[in-house]
């Protein structure tokens, strides 16, 4: 199983082996013996790489080069058969995201105050906010564009923390009475309701700045590195980002958005925070062109908008013990969503 994954996590989208550097092309170049239920026992060893071409794939640069004709053979093989053996690509995508979940579970841990420090109640609070489960979404976003350009885990690890507490922060608030008032986050009570509303607030109010403090303090970036995923950070989540967008998203319960309208408010209030996970990884990544720089900030912004009509469709079609909160908030407060304004099937 273990040489299988490797040779898969060699192969890109083209059936080509991308090297990032000798060790890359040698466990490449290695016979690698395959279980027999892939009908396949070897792999032709490829054929020697080209000339270096410098950085284009990546924080380290690749270079490539195409399999001989055997080698070509065999990838096809092994790609078919990986197609017939989605089981199996499904445990290894849930696998890894499981350990990055872990990971960033213990990144928050760290960075969160014991609930034995003084004051204890705002403390419990606050952990109760960030430590009750969730899908970890954005900090997964994080890595994941740090894989893709083979960033330190380390360095991600500031991102992915900070980013996380930022969310957590503004799911408090959008919770208070004052905002949507719900009573269930995650399958459990609600802040205020768990506490209080003040110690609700104030425990949202001390997660902002923790989230700053996380990466100035962070021995694994540089000053340069610090200050850009700051300004990365805090322009996601002021007025003209999430903050912005959950003022526009209140001041339009009861009326009916257009659709320019709509999309510009689920960008500022979900897709900026989203958005942000994904350019601010990059950031740690130097070198990295204007045309890739583009495309990445062309991704988060969809991804951003998708997850939020995702959002609005659960509400519709979800049920509130599988999507850990209240289904229907959205219609019974007259919430601009896509739903409302396409359809739930356009949606």
């Known amino acids: 199983t273990l040489r299988r994954q490797q040779l898969f996590e060699t192969l890109d989208g083209n059936g080509r082996f991308p090297f990032s550097g000798a060790d890359d092309f040698q466990r490449a170049r290695r016979v690698v013996a395959m279980p027999a239920d892939l009908g396949l026992h070897r792999v032709t060893r490829l054929s020697t790489p080209g000339k270096y071409r410098g950085p284009p794939g990546g924080c380290h640069g690749s270079a490539r080069t195409a399999p001989d004709a055997s080698a070509r053979e065999s990838v096809y093989a092994i790609r078919m058969s990986q197609a017939h053996d989605q089981t199996a690509i499904d445990r290894h995508f849930e696998d890894k995201t499981r350990a990055y979940a872990g990971r960033i579970g213990a990144c928050l841990e760290r960075a969160l105050p014991s609930s034995d420090t003084t004051?204890?109640?705002?403390?419990?609070?606050?952990?109760?906010?960030?430590?009750?489960?969730?899908?970890?979404?954005?900090?997964?976003?994080?890595?994941?564009?740090?894989?893709?350009?083979?960033?330190?885990?380390?360095?991600?690890?500031?991102?992915?923390?900070?980013?996380?507490?930022?969310?957590?922060?503004?799911?408090?608030?959008?919770?208070?009475?004052?905002?949507?008032?719900?009573?269930?986050?995650?399958?459990?009570?609600?802040?205020?309701?768990?506490?209080?509303?003040?110690?609700?607030?104030?425990?949202?109010?001390?997660?902002?700045?923790?989230?700053?403090?996380?990466?100035?303090?962070?021995?694994?970036?540089?000053?340069?590195?610090?200050?850009?995923?700051?300004?990365?950070?805090?322009?996601?989540?002021?007025?003209?980002?999430?903050?912005?967008?959950?003022?526009?998203?209140?001041?339009?319960?009861g009326r009916e958005l257009t659709a320019e309208a709509l999309a510009e408010m689920h960008q500022l209030k979900t897709g900026a925070l989203i958005h942000a996970c994904v350019m601010s990884a990059a950031r740690l990544c130097g070198g990295l062109s204007g045309e890739r720089i583009a495309a990445l900030d062309r991704f988060a912004r969809d991804i951003g908008l998708a997850f939020q009509i995702r959002d609005d469709i659960l509400d519709v079609a979800g049920e509130t013990h599988v999507i850990g909160k209240q289904a229907g908030s959205d219609e019974r407060r007259a919430k601009a969503t896509w739903p409302s304004l396409f359809g739930l099937d356009e949606a």
């Open 119 to 253: 004051p204890q109640r705002l403390h419990e609070a606050m952990r109760y906010a960030v430590l009750s489960g969730g899908k970890r979404i954005r900090p997964l976003l994080v890595y994941a564009t740090g894989e893709c350009l083979h960033i330190d885990t380390d360095k991600l690890d500031i991102p992915a923390a900070a980013i996380e507490l930022i969310h957590a922060f503004s799911l408090v608030h959008d919770d208070l009475p004052a905002m949507d008032d719900d009573d269930l986050r995650r399958g459990r009570p609600t802040v205020h309701r768990q506490f209080d509303e003040a110690t609700a607030i104030l425990a949202a109010d001390a997660l902002q700045p923790l989230a700053f403090n996380v990466i100035a303090t962070a021995k694994s970036l540089t000053d340069e590195e610090k200050a850009a995923v700051i300004t990365i950070v805090s322009d996601a989540c002021g007025s003209l980002g999430m903050t912005g967008g959950q003022s526009i998203d209140l001041a339009s319960e």
